[in-house]
């Protein structure tokens, strides 16, 4: 297990861009697949985006590709998701998650740590 502390949500508005961050403890953070998940007010939690251990492969949900990039630091034990171009669809709760399993990286059963969410608001 690792333990995931979100942190860069906010208020925005339409058509601007935040930067959201996870930290991860422990000196095995290189070893994990990292995902972004958010939850809409009042629907299932969903896959965001995902970066495998070396940052040189990643995966993106359709609603977000072109607009959010997953990206690591793994000397920071740090990922990150950019995301640029916010829609108010893109109002959730997200969260942060490690994955010490090699495959399906966009389905929540493969992540074993969660962080405790940050909350994006974007408004209209």
């Known amino acids: 297990q690792v333990q995931l502390v979100e942190s860069g949500g906010g208020l925005v508005q339409a058509g601007g861009s935040l930067r959201l961050s996870c930290v991860a403890s422990g000196r095995t953070f290189s070893s994990y697949t990292m995902g972004w998940f958010r939850q809409p007010p009042g629907k299932e939690r969903e896959f965001v985006a995902a970066?495998?251990?070396?940052?040189?492969?990643?995966y993106y949900a359709d609603s977000v590709k072109g607009r959010f990039t997953i990206s690591r630091d793994n000397a920071k034990n740090t990922v990150y998701l950019q995301m640029n171009s916010l829609q108010p669809e893109d109002t959730a709760v997200y969260y942060c998650?490690?994955?010490?399993?090699?495959?399906?990286?966009?389905?929540?059963?493969?992540?074993?740590?969660w962080g405790q969410g940050t909350q994006v608001t974007v408004s209209s």
């Open positions: 998650a490690a994955s010490g399993l090699p495959g399906a990286p966009s389905q929540q059963w493969s992540f074993g740590s």
């Open positions: 970066i495998r251990r070396s940052g040189d492969t990643t």
